[in-house]
């Protein structure tokens, strides 16, 4: 059974940086699956802001995002790990965010960013950024 913790959450001022963690057990690989970052906030929808395939290292990001945030992961070890890099943090990024995982399957351009793509889910972190 996959499962997924995420942590590295909490509050921080406009500017700063946080690093999420994922750490994902259960599957022998995540390098050849999808697996993203999702974010929500209060009153919002579920929105994907970065995903990826670790076995082409293909990633994606929500346009809000890109050259702030870097998702990277680490298939190495026997527990696997994906990240979060999130750096110049605005107050828009306040939210819980989630990882998700779409095991066997590569990330598509078209639907990485829908909720439904993804089966496994974690119980999220969350992010406050302070302005």
């Known amino acids: 059974q996959v499962r997924l913790v995420e942590s590295g959450g909490g509050s921080v001022q406009a500017g700063g940086s946080l690093r999420l963690t994922c750490e994902v057990s259960?599957?022998?690989?995540?390098?050849?699956?999808?697996i993203a970052w999702f974010r929500q906030a209060p009153g919002k929808e579920r929105l994907g802001i970065a995903a990826?395939?670790?076995?082409?290292?293909?990633?994606?990001?929500l346009e809000a995002v890109k050259g702030r945030f870097t998702i990277s992961q680490d298939d190495s070890k026997n527990i696997e790990y994906l990240y979060l890099q999130m750096d110049s943090l605005r107050s828009d990024d306040t939210a819980m965010y989630y990882c998700?995982?779409?095991?066997?399957?590569?990330?598509?351009?078209?639907?990485?960013?829908?909720?439904?793509?993804?089966?496994?889910w974690g119980q999220g972190t969350q992010v406050t950024v302070s302005s």
């Open positions: 998700a995982f779409a095991i066997g399957s590569e990330c598509d351009s078209r639907t990485w960013g829908l909720p439904g793509r993804y089966r496994d």
């Open positions: 259960g599957v022998n690989t995540i390098r050849y699956s999808c």
């Open positions: 990826m395939y670790g076995f082409s290292s293909t990633t994606y990001y």
